[in-house]
């Protein structure tokens, strides 16, 4: 079972890392995809544009090389709850809009999008659950 949760921890891990670098390279683009979302005023979607692919990039990282392992996995996990949250409200809104999860290289529906954020939360919450009570950060759990 540790090899199996090693090996969802770096792949979790790595995917963050990945779409936070796809989203740094262009933030004008993701700004843009946040407002299509038309959920946060435009003096917020700025900063959000900028720092949030950052964060993706440490907690990933964080999950993939142990010191700070379990606030990686909290933080991902919360920001998977809110853009499932953001994609199920775009759908209900019958918005015709790309989730902006990978940058301009995402171009699922956004039904396979919401798929996707159920599985990688129910990953990150195993991670987590797995990781209570454990202490200091293993780096083979």
Known sequence: MNRLAFFVRIAVGALFAYAGSLKVMNPGQFATDIEHYRL?????????AFYLPWLEIVSGAAVMLGPGRRGGLALLLALTLVFATAIGSAMARHLDIS??????????????SLGRDILLGLAL??????SAGRGKDHFTS
């Open 40 to 48: 946060l005023p435009y003096l917020v979607i700025e900063p959000l």
């Open 125 to 130: 919450l195993w991670l987590f659950l797995r």
């Open 99 to 112: 989730c902006g999860c990978f940058g301009s290289l995402d171009t699922q529906s956004l039904g396979l």
